[in-house]
């Protein structure tokens, strides 16, 4: 597919790290003129699936790898490279590899005992009522717990990861920071605690290897309940992410599953360890305890920051850019962001929002990430249904001016851009059929 002979029917206004504003002509006219051999950018080789045939998501994708790709006119030069971001679960792959890995755990008898029996020391934001209802359900027999066979057990365990409440209802987390901390994510990474990297790799790699062989629509049964028990990779994602390194630029992905984990499934898309990061654990004697390292002003074991939102910003500031202490937290100046962030969820807003040339996003039905990329107000923002399984068209519209954002303490407000206007309501129109 020659993607980036054709032209856009757009004028496309993008920033590249160092480089200050550059306007982008494109035309509908029929196609440009071929440049030299030596000069070409390498094209993008999957078509299927991108929204906008010719002139839409995919050919937009070309002309930012044309333009900041080692043989683009905005390469910057001296041995930099333009950096590309991509969240994991449901971005790159179709489904959650974090659900994948924890449903093994609990299948398997995999998840150890919390130390002196007490729930509490597995997540400062469990609440009392969660951590009496796991106590009663997991009594303390073992090292590990044998969920793979006492139903009750993982029954609590998976209703508190997956709904975030006991089995009887009541919330399991509580009094934490909306924008950068989910205790749901945080859990499964911090009830890894007792084994190694390496074996914790270890089970990531059988779940992987049973979710890929599983036919597309497997249901899997934990405990006594149903969950998806399949997963598999974005081959257009796979394609963009191969043209790109191929065209020069630094890729890494960005994830709110454990680190490990990650790093398992990344490799399979040609992103190495180094370029993975993902919720990172505090060790100790080789292994993983159940605290969390931090980042810019949250220290080590405070565990009140993951790669969520806000800390999505600080982890790629920190670990691609070396920024550190309380500047990590803030946006830095457009010679220190990514050129382009790929999303799905409200989890991605503010790396999405940092990315100085286009943001991708796959369209979940998320209220502010919709909100935001329909808004489109910089002219930057790409929407695109799910490649597999995509979701219809959301009846009503997103609740931008009311609802759609999520505040530090958990309640609900408007969408604001980031001169404080509010953005209105917007209409669900890039979707499955």
């Not at 073992?142 to 793979?148: F, K, N, Q, R």
């Not at 370029?275 to 292994?287: F, L, Y």
Request: aromatic fraction near 8%; hydrophobic fraction near 35%.
């Amino acid at each position: 597919m020659n993607l980036k002979r054709r032209a856009v029917a757009a004028t496309a206004v993008i920033a590249v790290a160092g480089a200050g504003l550059v306007t982008v002509q494109a035309t509908a006219e029929a196609t440009q003129p071929a440049r030299s051999k030596a000069a070409r950018c390498p094209d993008l080789t999957v078509s299927k699936g991108w929204y906008g045939g010719h002139d839409g998501n995919a050919a937009r994708l070309q002309q930012m790898i044309d333009t900041y790709g080692k043989c683009g006119e905005q390469h910057l030069g001296g041995g930099a490279k333009p950096v590309a971001t991509f969240d994991w679960d449901n971005t790159v792959i179709k489904n959650d590899v974090g659900d994948a890995t924890m449903f093994w755990l609990l299948r398997n008898s995999k998840i150890r005992t919390p130390r002196n029996a007490d729930w509490h020391t597995t997540s400062r934001y469990l609440t009392d009522p969660a951590a009496k209802a796991l106590t009663k359900a997991c009594p303390a027999t073992g090292s590990t717990l044998p969920t793979g066979r006492d139903t009750d057990c993982a029954d609590e365990i998976a209703s508190v990861y997956a709904e975030g409440t006991t089995k009887s209802g009541e919330a399991a987390f509580g009094g934490f920071d909306h924008r950068r901390m989910e205790p749901q994510y945080a859990w499964l990474a911090q009830l890894t605690q007792g084994w190694s990297t390496r074996q914790v790799k270890g089970f990531a790699a059988a779940a992987r290897k049973q979710n890929l062989a599983a036919p597309i629509g497997t249901e899997q049964t934990v405990g006594t309940g149903k969950f998806t028990g399949w997963v598999r990779y974005y081959d257009q994602q796979r394609d963009l992410i191969r043209t790109l390194k191929k065209a020069g630029f630094d890729v890494y992905v960005v994830s709110a599953s454990p680190e490990p984990v990650a790093e398992v499934w990344a490799k399979s898309v040609g992103v190495d360890a180094r370029h993975t990061i993902g919720i990172r654990n505090v060790t100790a004697h080789g292994r993983l305890t159940g605290h969390l390292k931090g980042c810019g002003t949250v220290k080590d074991g405070d565990d009140s920051m993951i790669t969520y939102i806000d800390g999505k910003r600080c982890w790629i500031n920190q670990e691609i850019y070396g920024v550190r202490g309380a500047a990590a937290e803030k946006v830095q100046p457009a010679d220190r962001r990514q050129v382009f962030a790929a999303g799905d969820s409200d989890t991605d807003i503010s790396f999405l929002r940092d990315a100085t040339a286009l943001r991708l996003v796959l369209n979940r039905n998320k209220n502010e990430l919709m909100c935001r990329a329909y808004d489109n107000a910089d002219g930057r923002w790409l929407v695109n249904p799910m490649f597999i399984e995509p979701k219809g068209r959301l009846a009503e519209p997103y609740p931008c001016a009311t609802t759609g954002y999520t505040e530090r303490d958990g309640t609900e407000g408007p969408v604001r851009r980031t001169d404080g206007s509010v953005i209105p309501d917007q209409q669900d129109t890039v979707h499955g059929t």
